[in-house]
């Protein structure tokens, strides 16, 4: 279950090969939910270095304390129960329950919603056009068919490799066999609406964010505060407002302390660092 739910967050919004490095230094870094619990906040973000949205590095090193602290050192497999963890939504409890307790259950990412979408309601972009019941609906019907597992690993991988956003529809069993609606409005030429945020990355605050991690990542130490504005000097063009904006964003989220202008990874007391 414990690698079941690491690897459910770190698939949360990244591409599989990302995520798989990710997963790999992880476990290695934190082998069990105890050692993980027990991890310097500074250290697991560390450990989750570069693979973006760092707070899914805290979430789970919360979702660690709590299963250690209420539920035995153990993940619960209550869906409700594992709901409440921090950081777990539907799909990760879905991740969990399935593959990480054998648990007959859907895991609905956007993967899922997309091939049921388009075979079965024909729209070319189901995360914004299908309701999320119906989806729900139909792969419930289908998964009392199959394995569970083999079910939910199958229609992921499928709709990573084939029906992806804009659909390799030519080389799809289901287009080929006029098994798909939406098959023929792709074939037409249509295109899907984009999802998702179409901000350029390069130069926007996340990628601002990403900087100043980078930069308190490489020192064990406190960083001088100074420091980090000379690092990000190009990139922020004097605008001393955006930077505290930034500063303290990251600090709201828990991903740096502020004390006597230093800053340092995680929520650690000031006290206790060097």
Known sequence: ????????????????SRAIETY????????????????????????????????RAIYLKRAAEVCCSEYGGVIPCDELELLSLPGVGPFTAGIVR?????????????????????VFHGDLQ????????????IGETLLGLSEG???????MDFGAAVCTSQPRCTECTFSTEQLCLAADRFLSGEKAATVGDSKPFSG???ELRGKVLEVLRG???????????????????????????????????????????????????????K
């Open 24 to 55: 790999s230094r992880w476990i290695e870094a934190f082998p069990t939910i105890a050692d993980l619990a027990d991890a310097p906040e500074e250290e697991v973000l560390r450990i989750w270095g570069r693979s973006g949205y760092p707070r």
């Open 149 to 155: 597992e083999q079910f939910n690993a199958a229609v």
């Open 204 to 206: 926007s605050d996340r």
């Open 98 to 118: 399935c593959f990480g307790f054998g648990i007959q259950t859907l895991t609905v990412d956007t993967n899922v919603i997309r091939i049921l979408g388009r």
């Open 219 to 273: 020192q064990r130490d406190p960083v001088a505060i100074e420091k980090i504005t000379v690092e990000l000097r190009t990139d922020l063009d004097q605008d001393e407002d955006r930077f505290e904006a930034i500063l303290a964003g990251l600090e709201k989220d828990s991903l740096i302390w502020r004390s006597e202008q230093r800053a340092g990874l995680g929520t650690i007391d000031t006290g206790q660092q």
């Open 1 to 16: 279950p414990y690698h079941a739910l690491v690897g459910a967050v770190c698939t949360q919004q990244t591409q599989m």
């Open 126 to 137: 189901p995360v914004k056009e299908t309701a999320i019941d119906e989806i729900r609906l």
